[in-house]
């Protein structure tokens, strides 16, 4: 087993194929000692070392198929269960994406993927000691993917990543646009809708059309009503633009409020119900 370690390093992973970019995403992480890594040639070698040695991460190859990858995923679970698995493929339908959440991964990367979004994942692996159940497929289509997350801003990361491969085929600028919103709208409702209760679950559908992509999130929360959430830049008076920065200090919550603002000003449209509960963000195609 080939490997590049100190003896000291809290966090183990295994890379199979050829991936110095990820070695270097995990050698360069903020942790002060860094990580033990292995490295495999391929699928059949990195089966043959997790049978003799336990990993807290696994990446995949990113020159083997996303169909390929999730294979290795559902072998190499069935010998380490609790591994975090992110899938590195080379090529990905929606369907692969479907498959892999379903087998487990913890997260899932195609084609060229962001270095550093790939960095904030395998950090999130290393340290999130419950996720196997944070993101769930409820059914899925061509057209029309139903999901739980649960209300943690772990599991919303999660969910993020395998949200913006689901929507690969779409036109990058409504790909970036509806990713984007979703960002902003899901946190939100995983911190003022439930109040980050990893008990509950927060339903996220996306729909497309041939004129849309729409994605519906509810929460089970109270909901609140726009007009009345000082907390957030959307509802600042004119003139004083910095009204929700000091609600926000005086009432101790983090940086923000720019969540729905973002959220509106990336999509044709931004809905919510009676409620407040329930959202619906739109962002319209040009028909083919």
Known sequence: MEGNCSPFAPHTALVVGDNRQAESLLLESPSSVGWQICRAADNPAALCIARESPFDVVLTSRNASAAEGVEFLRA???????????????????????????????????????AQSLSEIVQLAAGNARWDDGVKIVSATDTWISALVR??????????????????????????????????VLPNAVEYGDHVDARKFIDFSCVRTRRMVACRIVDPGEGFHVGHIPQAAIDNPPGDAARHIIYRQEHGMRPGGFGVLVARQSLDELLYNEKGNESLLVKYLNPA
């Open 76 to 114: 190499l679970l069935r010998i380490q269960p609790c591994t975090r698995v992110i899938v590195l493929a080379c090529d990905a339908s929606a369907f692969n994406v479907l498959d892999a959440i379903r087998e487990h991964a913890f997260s899932f990367f195609a084609r060229d993927y962001d």
């Open 151 to 184: 209300c943690d801003l772990d599991s919303a990361d999660r969910w993020m990543q395998f949200l913006k491969e689901l929507l690969a085929n779409l036109p990058p600028d409504a790909r970036q646009s509806v990713a984007l919103a979703a960002r902003e």
